[in-house]
Structure formats: structure tokens, C-alpha cells
């Protein structure tokens, strides 16, 4: 099945859920730290750039929702280049925070999309038949 071109909206919001689930991940792991606003932005914004990356390269617009190559691709990008951006960046990255964060960013990245596929489906599947 060929995926459909997505809308200037949906490509928006795909982007900004993209983004602010990458935010709920620093979050998450600040607060359990205790750390506050800096350690928060501390850690998103190397995240933030790896997903900006995939994005780019993917050319994620396309098709946002799609699980298999955008959502796969995005979540590795943004997992491979938060850590190489923390590692320029001078800030630790250690075996359990990869295997975390790769993880977590995983279920959050992918989860959405497998969430809005399966929503759409069966929106499809209660619709009358024209």
C-alpha cells in the first residue's frame, strides 16, 4: 500500500508531537534526578537536534505517520545523533542511558504512530461505505 501524501497540518503536527514527546523524554529523566529548567533543556536539545536530523534526511514530511521508514528512521536519528551531540557537547553518555533512551524514545516515537494508525483505521472501518 503506497502512502498517501500527507497535508501541510498533519506534517505540522507530527513534527511538534515529535518534538515535545523527545521534551517528555528529558523530562522524565531530569525529574527523576531532580534536576530543574537547565537540566531539562540540557538534555532535549541534543535529542531535539538528532530528531531534527532524521527529519531532514528522511524527508519525514512525506509521510509523518508512517511507522516503517519514517517513524524508524526518525527515532534512530534522533537516538544516534542526541548521543553524538551530548558527546561534542562534553555532557556523559553512558551503556544505561543509551539503552534507556533508546527504549523509551522508541515506545514514544513509534508509539504515536502506531496510536494514529490504528485510529485512522478504524475511523475508515465505522465510516459508511459510499
Same mark, same amino acid.
Given at each position: 500500500?503506497?502512502?498517501? *501524501? ?16 523527545? +521534551? ?5 529523566g *531530569? ?12 538534555? $532535549?536539545?541534543?535529542? !531535539? ?5 532524521? $527529519? +531532514? ?8 505517520? *508512517?511507522?516503517? $521508514? ?6 534512530l ?7 553524538? +551531540? ?8 553512558? +551503556? ?13 516515537? !513509534?508509539?504515536w /504512530?502506531?496510536?494514529?494508525? !490504528? ?5 475508515? /472501518? ?5
Amino acid at each position: 500500500m503506497r502512502a498517501q *501524501r500527507a497535508v501541510p497540518a498533519s506534517v505540522i503536527v507530527a513534527a511538534v508531537v515529535d518534538a515535545a514527546l523527545v +521534551l517528555v523524554f528529558a523530562l522524565v529523566g *531530569r525529574a527523576s534526578h531532580g534536576e530543574g529548567l537547565l537540566g531539562i533543556l540540557t538534555t $532535549w536539545w541534543p535529542f !531535539l537536534g538528532g530528531l531534527a536530523i532524521g $527529519w +531532514l534526511v528522511l524527508r519525514a514530511w512525506r509521510s509523518p505517520r *508512517r511507522i516503517v $521508514w519514517t517513524g524508524v528512521g526518525v527515532w534512530l536519528f534522533t537516538v544516534a545523533g542526541g548521543m553524538l +551531540l551530548r558527546i561534542a557537547s562534553g555532557q556523559g553518555v553512558q +551503556l544505561s542511558f543509551i539503552i534507556v533512551a533508546t527504549i523509551v524514545l522508541g515506545v514514544f516515537l !513509534l508509539g504515536w /504512530r502506531a496510536i494514529a494508525l !490504528l485510529a485512522i483505521r478504524m475511523r475508515r /472501518r465505522a465510516s459508511p461505505a459510499a
